[in-house]
């Protein structure tokens, strides 16, 4: 049977699990309420971890966002929605949106049309056109972004 860790036991804990990847506040509670943390001693951990800068949901929007775009290609709406369902505040959300620059973001929306247009095997253009907008558009890109691409890129 495992033993609840002290409080100064999870702290070192969380510092290392904080400090191996950015974590937003959702992630570490969690942590914690796994760890059988409970009530004064998990906000005072928090606490730590906040005035020690090893949580700060700003960074950690910002790196999501960054990473989310660069290296599994999701678009705006969908790391905005994810980022939403861990409770990062507007103002952090908005942060890390900057990240995504415009002009690669175009581009690699391009790039993703492309690639995908060349995927399906699909005669009608208005039907291969249809498919590939709405495998963008689950991938988070904006709608009429996609369409305006589409029908440019794909003849």
């Known amino acids: 049977m495992k033993r609840t860790p002290t409080k100064s036991e999870a702290l070192a804990l969380l510092q290392k699990y904080c400090a191996y990847q950015d974590r937003c506040h959702q992630e570490v509670r969690s942590k914690l309420l796994s760890l059988q943390i409970y ?11 906040i005035s ?36 990062i505040s507007v ?14 973001y175009q581009q690699k929306l391009e790039e993703l049309v492309s690639k995908k ?9 208005f039907i291969k056109r249809k498919k590939v907008a709405v495998y963008l558009i689950n991938k988070g890109y904006e709608s009429p972004l996609v369409w305006e691409t589409v029908k440019r890129m794909i003849i």
């Open 39 to 49: 009530g004064d001693d998990l906000e005072d951990i928090m606490v730590d971890l």
């Open 52 to 87: 020690e800068n090893f949580l700060n949901e700003e960074r950690f929007a910002k790196s999501y966002a960054r990473g989310k775009f660069r290296l599994k290609h999701w678009g705006r709406k969908k790391i905005e929605r994810e980022l939403k369902l861990r409770n």
């Open 91 to 104: 103002y952090c959300i908005k942060k890390g949106m900057e990240e995504i620059e415009e002009e690669a």
């Open 117 to 125: 247009a060349k995927a399906v095997k699909e005669k009608d253009s």
